[in-house]
T-cell receptor, first 117, second 114 residues
Framework: DGGITQSPKYLFRKEGQNVTLSCEQNLNHDAMYWYRQDPGQGLRLIYYSQIVNDFQKGDIAEGYSVSREKKESFPLTVTSAQKNPTAFYLC????????????????FGPGTRLLVL | ELKVEQNPLFLSMQEGKNYTIYCNYSTTSDRLYWYRQDPGKSLESLFVLLSNGAVKQEGRLMASLDTKARLSTLHITAAVHDLSATYFCAVDIGTYNQGGKLIFGQGTELSVKP
């Protein structure tokens, strides 16, 4: 079955620690996205990537970093510079990226809940 | 500042009743999406609206888009308990050479009671 997987489901971070959230898709989608969701709020875009080896900052990129070395994978690192990392993190993908068809809905992974110890 | 505002934010309905959720946005776009989120779960795509006047229906839910008014509605007909969830609208502000980029509303938490 095609889909998006995120791991781990729960992640605990100690103060000053960097942690990495995994996102993998086997949908052969070009574009991938990372969102943060705080309780009772909508999603906010952290980073997105339309093609391999390229990514763009979203609205709340400070304290986060990403890489896109493979089409299937878009890991997100929450660095120690992110002072309030507790949130639900969602990864998404769409079929087309740059210069592609617009109007493609995004497909979401199951999410990772990050908590600070 | 780009804003996507939903109202109401909380909606408690009785089974069998009708209601409408509104999504207003502050920028020019003719692409809008509706998603459903169950508690603690991910988002599920409900509707994709790609032009002014677009209307889509699935079961008891119907979504429409008025790009001139910058307004989308999600209408619920004869609500049932299974529709209890949080509903998000998202406006696509991406461009042809940048791809899709979504701005989400705050979500409307719907509770359908017997």
């Amino acid at each position: 079955d095609g889909g998006i997987t995120q791991s781990p489901k729960y992640l605990f971070r100690k103060e000053g620690q960097n942690v990495t959230l995994s996102c993998e898709q086997n949908l052969n989608h070009d574009a991938m996205y990372w969102y943060r969701q705080d309780p009772g709020q909508g999603l906010r875009l952290i980073y997105y990537s339309q093609i391999v080896n390229d990514f763009q900052k979203g609205d709340i990129a400070e304290g986060y970093s990403v890489s896109r070395e493979k089409k299937e994978s878009f890991p997100l690192t929450v660095t120690s510079a992110q002072k309030n990392p507790t949130a639900f993190y969602l990864c998404a993908s769409t079929r087309t990226g740059l210069a592609g068809e617009l109007g493609e809905t995004q497909y979401f992974g199951p999410g990772t809940r990050l908590l600070v110890l | 500042e780009l804003k996507v505002e939903q109202n109401p934010l909380f909606l408690s309905m009785q089974e069998g009743k009708n209601y409408t959720i509104y999504c207003n946005y502050s920028t020019t776009s003719d692409r809008l999406y509706w998603y459903r989120q169950d508690p603690g779960k991910s988002l599920e795509s409900l509707f994709v609206l790609l032009s002014n006047g677009a209307v889509k229906q699935e079961g008891r839910l119907m979504a429409s888009l008025d790009t001139k008014a910058r307004l989308s509605t999600l209408h619920i007909t004869a609500a049932v308990h299974d529709l209890s969830a949080t509903y998000f609208c998202a406006v696509d502000i991406g461009t042809y050479n940048q791809g899709g980029k979504l701005i989400f509303g705050q979500g409307t938490e719907l509770s359908v009671k017997p």
